[in-house]
């Protein structure tokens, strides 16, 4: 069974366009995570939920937006693409919150914006 | 299935003391990277070394290096002289060179005590 899973895998799309990535787990953790992994390998963390409540929000332009409809599922938002919103986003789900536990990651969308 | 395993999912360790993370990984690919990663509570992840499936010699960054034995499949990230600023999750995590896909362990907890 697949711990976090993604959808899409693969994501091409337009500038201007809206999109979303969606995240599930079933590992019955409280807190789930998007990162963004730019091309380098470097990966930042946007979006902390826990219990379907924000905790981080680390200086993501407000293009972007986590929504949570119950705390197996942290599904990314992004409105009005940009050429730099070209990624791979992970999403993780851990049973801590405060990023003190486990990770475990999903395989990761790569979204390309042309 | 490609698949990073670290199976200390906490450690304390003296402050001054060299410490040793344990990360195995598993993949029939003959061309791959091996990277660890450190994330703080702040949540970014931090890039701190990255090793090559032919590279001859173990990689080293200041006071990181990495224990790259090929036919146990290991890499083990070293740290030397740990310091109190050494607390925080680390990850291991492989990419494959075909597809440049990354693949996540779940993260070993570090505890530097003074």
């Known amino acids: 069974d697949t711990a976090v899973s993604q959808t899409p895998k693969y994501l091409v799309t337009q500038m201007g366009n809206d999109k979303s990535i969606k995240c599930e787990q079933n590992?019955?953790?409280?807190?789930m995570y998007w990162y963004k992994q730019d091309s380098k390998k470097f990966l930042k963390i946007m979006f902390s939920y826990n219990n379907k409540e924000l905790i981080i929000n680390e200086t993501v332009p407000n293009r972007f937006s986590p929504k949570s409809p119950d705390k197996a599922h942290l599904n990314l938002h992004i409105n009005s693409l940009e050429l730099g919103d070209s990624a791979v986003y992970f999403c993780?789900?851990?049973?801590?919150?405060?990023?003190?536990?486990?990770?475990?990651f999903g395989p990761g969308t790569r979204l390309t914006v042309t | 299935a490609q698949k990073i395993t670290q199976t200390q999912p906490g450690m304390f360790v003296q402050e001054k003391e060299a410490v040793t993370l344990d990360c195995t990984y598993d993949t029939s690919d003959p061309s791959y990277g091996l990277f660890w990663y450190k994330q703080p509570s702040s949540g970014e992840m931090i890039f701190l070394i990255y090793?090559?499936?032919?590279?001859?010699q173990n990689a080293t960054e200041g006071r990181y290096s990495l224990n790259f034995q090929k036919a146990r499949k290991s890499a083990n990230l070293v740290i030397s002289a740990s310091q109190l600023g050494d607390s925080a999750m680390y990850f291991c995590a492989m990419t494959l060179n075909r597809d440049d896909k990354i693949i996540f362990g779940k993260g070993t907890r570090l505890h530097i005590l003074p």
């Open positions: 590992l019955g953790h409280d807190t």
């Open positions: 090793q090559g499936s032919y590279d001859q």
């Open positions: 993780a789900s851990s049973q801590d919150i405060q990023l003190a536990g486990e990770q475990y």
